[in-house]
């Protein structure tokens, strides 16, 4: 048996990796001082807070990504799952200036929300493209690939917000994580002339009456 040494990737899943290594790379710089934040700058936090502020954001996630799933596979084509995917990122990268002007403990809560709106959307799209231009017999290579990136994306910038928060503040800090947030977003715009278009000429519309009657056939 030979191990094959040939690790080239192609475009469309060089420029996934790269978003979600520059996106997952600013989320990383508050993780681990979220609790901090809300303990210590929001009327009303408490270590209660974070958890059902934590709660929230899973669970609108959860939720979501099942009927979005269902959306985006009933469209031919790629370009919803795309634009899921863009604008599923813009909308979490809005969350951290939303911090910034947060007071009260119900604002992280609005918050996380739309942060998991914005993750279920993202997820979903990004998946989507993913799986259909993986290379083939590098599928496990390419999945490690990203893992890896992120990983070490979030982990060095977990250390840095840190330093960052205790140098200059949270404000700089979340300022930092949304500038990241969005570069992830635009990196992916090349990407879009690689995709298939869609081709069913129904919008952005969708009707679950009509997805379920699909399904029933």
Do not use: C
């Not at 119900?106 to 993750?119: E, K, P, S």
């Amino acid at each position: 048996m030979k191990l094959s040494l040939d690790i080239k990737i192609n475009r469309v899943i060089k420029y996934l990796i790269l978003s979600d290594l520059i996106f997952y790379s600013g989320w990383g710089l508050i993780s681990p001082i979220f609790a901090v934040f809300v303990v210590e700058k929001i009327q009303g936090g408490t270590v209660a807070v974070v958890g059902i502020a934590s709660a929230i954001y899973w669970i609108s996630n959860s939720i979501l990504r099942i009927p979005i799933g269902l959306f985006l596979d009933s469209r031919q084509g790629e370009e919803d799952d795309f634009w899921f995917l863009f604008f599923g990122l813009l909308i979490a990268a809005l969350v951290p200036f939303g911090y910034l002007i947060a007071t009260y403990f119900w604002h992280i809560f609005l918050l996380q929300a739309v942060y998991g709106v914005g993750m279920a959307m993202t997820i979903s799209g990004w998946a989507a493209i993913f799986t259909r231009h993986i290379d083939k017999r590098k599928e496990a290579f390419e999945w490690g690939l990203d893992g890896t990136s992120v990983g070490i994306g979030g982990g060095i910038a977990g250390a840095l917000g840190g330093l960052i928060a205790a140098s200059f503040g949270f404000k700089v800090l979340f300022i930092l994580v949304g500038i990241f947030g969005i570069a992830g977003a635009l990196i992916l715009l090349p990407i879009l002339k690689f995709l298939s278009p869609r081709s069913l000429g129904k919008g952005m519309i969708f009707s679950f009456k009509e997805l379920f009657q699909k399904e029933k056939k």
